[in-house]
């Protein structure tokens, strides 16, 4: 089929990178539709490592086009730094990567506010990134973003800055106690990067629906995971984009009825960074093994990871708001060692036993999983190439995990390399 989403099922961190990789192998085009920087995709390619914040995971595939759609919001130093480190090892960036005209920029104050009013929540503060992603979608929507666009007009961008700093100044004075920023050196540097990212520049909205049309196998990469979505996840502990299926439209210009199938990515436990709530989140030691076995530490901030079982009640709800259609189940080989798995398929909460995911996150917070567990392997399944391989008792969780679900079981990922994947018939 030639158009596939992958998403990430949980709070991000799934292993998208590596799915969506074996995927790229396999598409003409693939695309960015939210999110920013804040993302980071781990590849590991021949035993290299790769880590992309902005630049769709195709880069790493010669001849196909990547697309940063105008949903995303571009940190242009950050694009530019991510440009050079690929150059840097020999991965050809030129006409292979495109940038929306209207996706938009990032802006010195919209990072510094970010970590400002992050500093300024005490215990209440989201954990962001602080690569200003929730403040410039927040401009966006009060309709004083400045666009990719507008950086290759220098008059208008010139224009926009200084109106928008002259606001900005104010708020970081009042509110922070903040100097303010300087519109000339803002100018001045921004324009510099424009000069350097216009070739990438373009409307990717016909060309993406002309690739469509033609019958292009188009791949969209979703970031972060449907927890973190802004209107479905676990609001205000999320991130502020549709950081699953329902972005792409609004964030590429391709119709949602386009796309035909959803691979939704979960990692065979749940993990978390950043605050708010997390039912399933193991605080003792057996989280700390998950952590260490696992190396779950962030691949844009390094922050530990929380980690816990996996979580059905979850699970079923990002299903149900992408229309998933099979997962891809990662990082199996973590589970290893263990003799007993648990797994969440219900909430106990204030008494009540409850399986639709709360909306409030109080309800969240006061959850208590209720547990069943499944037997371990102990084995290592690393070695796995074929579903047949692995041992029954992984087989067994594995379809469990699909048929709570109600979704086929596409790929199992059992280690780092590309080569360490299993892929079900289905998905070949
Ligand atoms: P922001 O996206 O930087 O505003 O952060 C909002 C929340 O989303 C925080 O809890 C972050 O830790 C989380 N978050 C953002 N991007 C990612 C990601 O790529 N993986 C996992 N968590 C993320």
């Known amino acids: 089929m030639s158009i596939t989403c992958v998403v990430g099922v949980q709070w991000g961190d799934e292993g998208k990178g ?15 539709f939210q999110g920013g920087g804040n993302a980071g995709h781990t590849v ?6 790769y880590v992309l914040h902005l630049i769709p995971s195709g880069i790493l595939h010669p001849g196909r086009l990547n697309v940063i759609g105008n949903g995303v919001v571009l940190d242009p130093e950050q694009l530019l730094a991510e440009v050079d480190g690929l150059r840097g090892r020999g991965i050809r960036v030129g006409r292979n990567l495109l940038v ?10 919209h990072k510094l506010l970010d970590r400002l009013c992050e500093e300024g929540q005490g215990k209440s503060k989201i954990g962001t990134t602080n690569r200003g992603i929730g403040p410039c979608y927040a401009d966006k929507m009060s309709r004083i973003g400045i666009r990719v666009g507008d950086l290759l007009d220098p008059s208008l961008f010139r224009e926009r800055v200084a109106r928008v700093l002259s606001e900005k100044n104010r708020i970081l004075r009042c509110l922070y106690g903040h100097p303010p920023l300087r519109a000339a050196a803002i100018i001045r540097q921004y324009l510099a990067w424009g000069r350097r990212i216009r070739p990438f520049v373009a409307d990717t909205v ?17 970031a972060q995971g449907t927890l973190l979505d802004i209107d479905f996840g676990t609001y205000p502990f999320v991130t502020s984009s549709n950081s699953d299926a329902c972005g ?15 691979l939704g990515v979960v990692k065979a436990y749940v993990t978390r960074v950043g605050s708010g709530p997390f039912p399933t989140e193991l605080l003792g ?20 990871r ?23 189940v990662t990082k199996l080989d973590v589970l290893d060692d263990l003799a007993e798995i648990p797994v969440c398929v219900a909430y106990r909460v204030r008494g009540r036993r409850v399986t639709a995911f709360p909306a409030d996150v109080k309800s969240l917070a006061e959850a208590k999983p209720v547990l069943v567990s499944h037997p ?8 796995a190439r074929r579903y047949g391989d692995l041992p029954p008792a992984a087989r067994r969780y594995l379809a469990a995990l699909a048929r709570s679900l109600d979704v086929r079981l596409g790929m199992v990922s059992v280690g780092k390399d590309r080569e360490e994947t299993i892929v079900m018939d289905g998905w070949k």
């Open 248 to 262: 792409i439209a609004a964030g590429s210009g391709v119709p949602a009825s386009r796309v035909q199938r959803v």
């Open 285 to 304: 030691p057996e989280g700390e093994r998950l952590r260490e076995r696992g190396g779950e530490y962030g691949a844009t901030t390094g922050r530990p």
């Open 18 to 32: 590596k799915i969506v990789d074996w995927l790229a192998e396999r598409s003409d085009v693939v695309v960015r």
């Open 306 to 328: 929380r980690c816990g079982w996996f979580d059905v009640v979850a699970a079923r709800h990002a299903v149900t708001i992408n229309g998933i259609d099979a997962i891809a």
């Open 100 to 109: 929306s005209d209207r996706a938009h920029l990032v802006m010195p104050w």
């Open 44 to 49: 590991v390619a021949r035993g290299r490592k």
């Open 206 to 222: 016909d060309l993406l629906n002309a690739a469509v049309s033609r019958g292009r196998r188009v791949l969209f990469e979703g």
């Open 376 to 383: 371990g392997w102990r084995t290592p399944v690393g070695g």
